[in-house]
């Protein structure tokens, strides 16, 4: 079996592990010869095949809710409602583990607080600023020690701890030492949700640009608030 996802995204390439799990090591998936630092996501559980975007075969959304759940349903039809449909990173290697032990050293009780999305999603899913100064007040308050993980290409200048760019097996190492996720509901969050972590997430309203029925998972790991939540 070979498929992939013409998406560039972390977060629809990620779940496609949760598909491979179910077949490890027994699926050659299919990424964006330009995107070839995800394929870390997939070792343990699928071989990679880079190639050009126009040549990827996607594997079809058969139904609705769930990402994950609309992509199991190509093998196991209406049993995959009762699938645990979680993505799954098993990836390690020594150097970015010794790096995130090291860097965590002197940071009690850390958590990864991601308040922003892409680009592209920006103003639907980027965590409202004053929400953003109430998770870190609250966390603090806790006890915490907040490590703000984002990207260059949209990044909010927060006060505190920040890692921008970081690479992405430093990244899941960073993640699953630290276990708590607080953030937006975007590719670190399920990349949080495969490696273990607790996730604490913070997202809009449902409406036409946002349905939490597509991205929420039903777990016990996994807590959502709604800005009228009043965090």
Not at 96 to 116: H, M, R
Request: include cysteine; proline fraction near 4%; hydrophobic fraction near 35%.
């Amino acid at each position: 079996m070979k498929f992939g996802t013409k998406s560039l995204g972390l977060g629809d390439i990620l779940l496609l592990t949760s598909v491979c799990k179910y077949f490890p090591n027994n699926i050659t998936i299919q990424i964006d010869k330009h995107k070839n630092r995800f394929e870390c996501l997939f070792y343990g559980l699928a071989k990679i095949e880079l190639l050009d975007n126009k040549d990827i075969v996607e594997l079809p959304n058969l139904g609705g809710g769930h990402y994950s759940t609309r992509k199991l349903r190509n093998f196991f039809g209406s049993i995959s409602e009762g699938l645990d449909n979680r993505p799954l990173v098993l990836y390690s290697d020594m150097e970015s583990e010794q790096w995130a032990f090291d860097f965590l050293k002197d940071k009690p009780n850390p958590v990864i607080f991601v308040p922003t999305c892409s680009k592209q999603w920006a103003n639907i899913r980027n965590i409202p600023d004053a929400i953003v100064l109430n998770i870190l007040h609250n966390l603090k308050e806790k006890g915490h020690t907040p490590i703000i993980c984002q990207s260059s290409n949209n990044k909010k200048d927060i006060e505190g701890i920040n890692l921008i760019d970081l690479d992405l097996k430093k990244y899941i190492c960073l993640l699953r030492r630290s276990g708590i996720y607080y953030g937006a509901n975007t590719g670190d969050e399920h990349l949080a949700t495969a490696v273990g972590c607790k996730t604490f997430v913070f997202q809009p309203k449902d409406s036409e640009f946002f349905s939490s029925s597509e991205w929420n998972y039903n777990h016990l790991n996994s807590t959502y608030f709604i800005w009228d939540d009043n965090y």
